[in-house]
């Protein structure tokens, strides 16, 4: 069993309000999760009206396909014309 976690920092460019922020994120989970069977959420950063900081989880039997699928996700999330990625980073257990 492969466990691969995706951390992904981000600047929400239409974060005027708490409530626009969540809009971006809600919207970004959703798509995450549907699209590619994941567990993701918004782990930090959750009182801040620009940024938030995304988790997203991948379990498989085969690291490449974990692998895969947590870069396809960041590619998904780079895609966001509403937000702007900071920082990520991938852990492999």
Known sequence: M???????????????????KRRVVKSLLDRLQHRFNVSASEVDRQESKTHAVLGVACVANEAAHVERVLRAALRLVESEPRAVV??????FC
């Open 86 to 91: 900071e920082d990520c980073g991938f852990e």
């Open 2 to 20: 492969v466990v691969g976690v995706l951390r992904v920092e981000l600047f929400i460019s239409d974060g005027f309000t708490l409530k626009d």
